[in-house]
């Protein structure tokens, strides 16, 4: 066989996935983030923006970088099924990342979450639409999640209400190892969704051309731990 078509048998399937509609939320900072989908070939910029974090070990920040790189990277080479990424952005620079995607039509399987820009829930805003693109826009019926964060899975418990799938079925682990599974139903993401859940659409056109192109962030001193190689 000759390498294209080699190639093509060894991309998996891929679901024809509608898009995640562009949003804008007012932080506490009074700065405003647009949350938006990223394209396969934004992948760089993420890429940028992320391997700064993977020498951070505070709050799991390197492993969860190292997890998101690969999984960003085998999006980028057609190795990971269904994935999809949302950047929150504030003039331009990448405030924060989460990554997901689909098993099939109903189950989802939430993978990370990274805030760049900490002290504003930038992580929970971008949490939260990961959620409402799952729940709202893919019509999904549950979400896997796990949390590597001690901290960021009691927070999750709290505001979602999460359950404990592996204390009724021990031997289902969500797919990116042995943590322990946690389920979001829709049932509970919607009674979640009205707390959680913020922004504002349509983007004005001056708000989505400020975002159109990624950038890394110029520097990341408020994340405790961080110093620059």
């Not at 639409?129 to 949390?147: C, G």
């Not at 960021?152 to 204390?167: C, H, Q, S, V």
């Not at 049932?187 to 979640?192: D, I, L, S, T, V």
Request: net charge neutral.
């Amino acid at each position: 066989m000759i390498p294209d078509e080699l190639e093509k048998k060894n991309r998996p399937p891929e679901l024809d996935l509608c898009a995640y509609p562009s949003k804008s939320i007012i932080l506490a900072s009074e700065e405003r983030m647009v949350v938006r989908q990223c394209e396969r070939k934004e992948v760089g910029a993420l890429l940028e923006a992320v391997f700064p974090l993977i020498q951070v070990k505070t709050h799991y920040y390197d492993l969860v970088a190292a997890r998101m790189a690969a999984e960003l990277l085998g999006w980028y080479h057609y190795r990971i099924a269904n994935l999809f990424a949302l950047a929150g952005v504030i003039d331009g620079e990448i405030a924060g990342l989460v990554t997901s995607r689909l098993v099939d039509e109903k189950l989802g399987m939430s993978l990370h979450t990274i805030a760049i820009r900490r002290g504003l829930r930038v992580g929970a805003h971008l949490f939260a639409a990961k959620m409402e693109h799952h729940f709202d826009f893919l019509k999904q019926e549950e979400v896997w999640v796990i949390v590597e964060s001690p901290v960021g899975l009691k927070r999750l418990m709290i505001e979602y209400a999460l359950l404990d799938r592996a204390a009724e079925y021990p031997a289902i682990r969500h797919e990116s190892g042995g943590v322990p599974t946690h389920v979001l139903t829709r049932e509970n993401y919607e009674a979640a969704r009205e707390r959680m859940v913020a922004g504002a659409r349509p983007l004005d056109a001056a708000l989505a051309e400020s975002a159109a192109i990624l950038r890394p962030p110029a520097a990341y001193p408020q994340i405790p731990g961080y110093t620059r190689i």
